[in-house]
T-cell receptor, first 115, second 115 residues
Framework: AQSVAQPEDQVNVAEGNPLTVKCTYS??????LFWYVQYPNRGLQFLLK??????LVKGSYGFEAEFNKSQTSFHLKKPSALVSDSALYFC?????????????FGQGTTLQVKP | GAVVSQHPSWVICKSGTSVKIECRSL??????MFWYRQFPKQSLMLMAT?????????EQGVEKDKFLINHASLTLSTLTVTSAHPEDSSFYIC???????????FGPGTRLLVL
């Protein structure tokens, strides 16, 4: 079965420090991996995705993620956190079975950046 | 990035009434749209997958007669919650994508409160 795990319910970091939000996945075949961010009472905003190619993917707002096949991980990173980065972050993997290609989401990680 | 809108952004209705939520892809044609439900501080629960011109595919446990989905065009899908009850109160989010290998873009969500 395909699944995504975000082991941390919440990550706290001081403004200006680097941040990491963890994600591991389980999928048969090659994964398509995504990160989305959700602000309160809003829909999800696309940050970045990995389909193929370079393992380090750069996305919106200075975020990046590293695909690690051996560790089946796709951790989200940012060199210097901003207070405005505080939000709920979702990792997702695309199911490769069938033609629907529906996304499977992790449970979400709340990022709290303190001034 | 692609833009997806939802209308209304919030709705309050009496128990027993029906509520229609619209999802539109504003600057691209969406062959597939998805409807999700999200409870507070939880991940997204996929309700159904909707392909233009065909019947929606519902996830296990989702009542298709309760949650009617219509994908009449490549830019519009609607979700109708029929005979709504308080337990249907939730945050409903749609998403859309151009094709099976494309990124899903999400709408801003619709907050439904059934009294």
């Amino acid at each position: 079965a395909q699944s995504v795990a975000q082991p941390e319910d919440q990550v706290n970091v001081a403004e200006g420090n680097p941040l990491t939000v963890k994600c591991t996945y389980s999928v048969s075949g090659n994964p398509y991996l995504f990160w989305y961010v959700q602000y309160p009472n809003r829909g999800l905003q696309f940050l970045l995705k990995y389909i193929t190619g370079d393992n380090l993917v750069k996305g919106s707002y200075g975020f990046e993620a590293e695909f690690n096949k051996s560790q089946t991980s796709f951790h989200l990173k940012k060199p210097s956190a901003l207070v405005s980065d505080s939000a709920l972050y979702f990792c997702a993997v695309r199911a490769v079975s069938g033609n629907t290609g529906k996304l499977i989401f992790g449970q979400g990680t709340t990022l709290q950046v303190k001034p | 990035g692609a833009v997806v809108s939802q209308h209304p952004s919030w709705v309050i209705c009496k128990s027993g009434t029906s509520v229609k939520i619209e999802c539109r892809s504003l600057d691209f044609q969406a062959t597939t749209m998805f409807w999700y439900r999200q409870f507070p501080k939880q991940s997204l629960m996929l309700m159904a997958t909707s392909n233009e011109g065909s019947k929606a595919t519902y996830e296990q446990g989702v009542e298709k007669d309760k949650f009617l989905i219509n994908h009449a065009s490549l830019t519009l899908s609607t979700l109708t919650v029929t005979s709504a009850h308080p337990e249907d109160s939730s945050f409903y989010i749609c998403s859309a994508r151009r094709g099976p290998r494309e990124t899903q873009y999400f709408g801003p969500g619709t907050r439904l409160l059934v009294l």
